[in-house]
């Protein structure tokens, strides 16, 4: 892990994420997407609905069993692609196993591993989000790049340097 700074306009970080940690920012990217609390009341007020909608209209109580039964396999399948999910994911991408090389620029973000290489221009960044762990950039609609706060651990201020400069870009482009 290094962290280093030859020009002001340019930041190059190096980490390798482990399946672990990888595991953790992808959860953190779940509970802020997709299995939030309000996604969940959400499905859980939308199947009651339903499912009292079907006992109000109709003797046929089998329908509200019906609806509880979905509401039940719905939330397994939360559950499922909070805890399973991102272990596949990281058994399926061979690329997330590599040292990534990170050079954030004026032009954008360029990524480098071993076997891949891919340069997005900050116009492309539509949020980030940050824990006590990561940061993770979503440049598209796919998994968020993730940059683990570990690789800045050379520099007590890397983190308050890096968030300066990210917010530099987002303002200024």
């Keep these: 892990m290094t962290t280093s700074q030859p ?25 802020r997407t ?14 009651g609905i339903a ?14 069993r019906l609806f509880n039964y979905v509401w039940v ?9 909070f805890y399973r999910l991102p272990v596949q994911l990281y058994r399926r991408k061979p690329e997330l196993l590599e040292r990534h090389e990170v050079i954030l620029s004026r032009e954008g973000v360029h990524i480098k591993t ?16 940050e824990n006590r762990e990561f940061f993770l950039f979503y440049f598209d609609a796919t ?16 983190i308050e340097e890096f968030r300066r400069y990210i917010g530099e870009r987002l303002f200024s482009s």
């Design 114 to 129: 071993e076997n891949s290489e891919q340069r997005l221009t900050w116009e492309l960044l539509s949020r980030t989000a």
């Design 143 to 158: 998994l968020p790049t993730v940059i683990p706060k570990r690789a800045f651990q050379e520099s007590a201020s890397g």
């Design 73 to 81: 396999v719905l939330l397994g399948l939360m559950v499922f692609a």
């Design 34 to 47: 997709l299995l939030n609390v309000k996604n969940v009341i959400a499905l859980t007020m939308a199947v």
């Design 7 to 31: 020009d002001p306009s340019r930041l190059e970080i190096s980490f390798q994420l482990g399946k672990q940690e990888f595991c953790r920012a992808h959860r953190f990217h779940l509970r």
């Design 51 to 64: 499912s009292l909608q079907a006992q109000v209209l109709g003797p046929m109580g089998w329908v509200g």
